[in-house]
């Protein structure tokens, strides 16, 4: 099916009370993946804009969570800009990407999360996915929002996701993840 076709899917799903409710089989937690081909990464950024805006005409209110610009915003507001650009320089990438690991730790990714679900919503988008790899792994982040997040969830990911597994950009196989459902079948 078209990437087209499922963004138009997509939005009656999220309009359902019981998606709304968070009625999930089981317990399970309100998880969804809304998985794409890579090539379809320009028109999806183009889309979510306008489901929000679609949706909160019909008083549903969605918080998009950009996970690369929580990244950097987190770098910018604990001062670690210049720290970045000169670890970079003056030792490489590969040094770089080893503290930001550090830096961008799941404590403090969920405490900027947090705050951005302060207000009322009914569901949360996650995009970046791609931009912000491979300093956060979707299994991971997945994992460590499951007992911050209660209310409908859907991560935007540019790759395949099998219900079982995650393969960012259908090459890059990531750990197994099970618990959360695959929103467009």
């Given at each position: 099916?078209?990437?087209?076709?499922?963004?138009?899917?997509?939005?009656?799903i999220i309009k359902k009370k019981d998606f709304l409710a968070g009625k999930r089989m089981g317990g399970e937690i309100p998880f969804h993946i809304f998985d794409y081909l890579?090539?379809?990464?320009?028109?999806?950024?183009?889309?979510?804009?306008?489901?929000?805006?679609?949706?909160?005409?019909?008083?549903?209110?969605?918080?998009?969570?950009?996970?690369?610009?929580?990244?950097?915003?987190?770098?910018?507001?604990?001062?670690?800009?210049?720290?970045?650009?000169?670890?970079?320089?003056?030792?490489?990438?590969?040094?770089?990407?080893?503290?930001?690991?550090?830096?961008?730790?799941?404590?403090?990714?969920?405490?900027?999360?947090?705050?951005?679900?302060?207000?009322?919503?009914?569901?949360?988008?996650?995009?970046?996915?791609?931009?912000?790899?491979?300093?956060?792994?979707?299994?991971?982040?997945?994992?460590?929002?499951?007992?911050?997040?209660?209310?409908?969830?859907?991560?935007?990911?540019?790759?395949?996701?099998?219900?079982?597994?995650?393969?960012?950009?259908?090459?890059?196989?990531?750990?197994?993840?099970?618990?959360a459902n695959k929103i467009i079948k």
């Amino acid at each position: 099916m078209s990437i087209e076709k499922n963004i138009d899917f997509l939005k009656p799903i999220i309009k359902k009370k019981d998606f709304l409710a968070g009625k999930r089989m089981g317990g399970e937690i309100p998880f969804h993946i809304f998985d794409y081909l890579p090539k379809d990464e320009l028109f999806v950024r183009q889309e979510v804009p306008k489901i929000i805006f679609q949706l909160k005409k019909e008083d549903i209110t969605i918080v998009e969570i950009d996970l690369y610009a929580l990244c950097m915003k987190i770098i910018e507001s604990e001062g670690y800009t210049e720290k970045v650009i000169s670890l970079e320089k003056n030792k490489g990438s590969d040094k770089l990407l080893k503290q930001l690991k550090i830096m961008l730790n799941f404590k403090i990714i969920n405490n900027k999360i947090k705050e951005y679900l302060q207000n009322d919503y009914d569901v949360v988008f996650f995009t970046g996915v791609g931009k912000v790899w491979p300093i956060l792994r979707t299994h991971n982040l997945l994992s460590n929002l499951q007992n911050i997040i209660e209310k409908p969830l859907i991560l935007f990911y540019p790759g395949v996701y099998s219900g079982q597994d995650l393969s960012l950009f259908g090459i890059m196989n990531s750990s197994n993840y099970y618990r959360a459902n695959k929103i467009i079948k």
